[in-house]
Nanobody, 114 residues
Framework: QVKLVESGGDLVQPGGSLRLSCAAT????????MAWYRQAQGKQCELVAS???????NYADSVNGRFSISKDRGKNTLNLQMNSLKAEDTAVYYC????????WGQGTQVTVSS
């Protein structure tokens, strides 16, 4: 059973930065696509950023230019560097890995507030 575990969520002030990580029990390069999703309270889950096995990336318009998704081969982690954070980035962030099925982590809370 594949397991994804997120970490790095925290309370941060507007304009600050956070780095989320997602550790996998199997090689992150075995997934066709890996992604970060988020769900704010009372809102639908939305795709934040994705990265293919070949390294192609895609970002939601709302985070483009502020967030960066990457893979760390040595640590076998999927990362999300989040800069210039805004209050509207507050949400639970989920790691997702897609092969023949989708795998989800348990989520990590990001709160942007002064």
């Amino acid at each position: 059973q594949v397991k994804l575990v997120e970490s790095g969520g925290d309370l941060v002030q507007p304009g600050g930065s956070l780095r989320l990580s997602c550790a996998a029990t199997e090689s992150i390069f075995s997934f066709t696509v890996m992604a970060w999703y988020r769900q704010a309270q009372g809102k639908q889950c939305e795709l934040v950023a994705s990265i293919t096995a070949g390294g192609s990336t895609n970002y939601a318009d709302s985070v483009n230019g502020r967030f960066s998704i990457s893979k760390d081969r040595g640590k076998n982690t999927l990362n999300l560097q989040m800069n210039s954070l805004k209050a509207e980035d507050t949400a639970v962030y989920y790691c997702n890995g897609h092969r023949s099925v989708r795998y989800w982590g348990q989520g990590t809370q990001v709160t942007v507030s002064s």
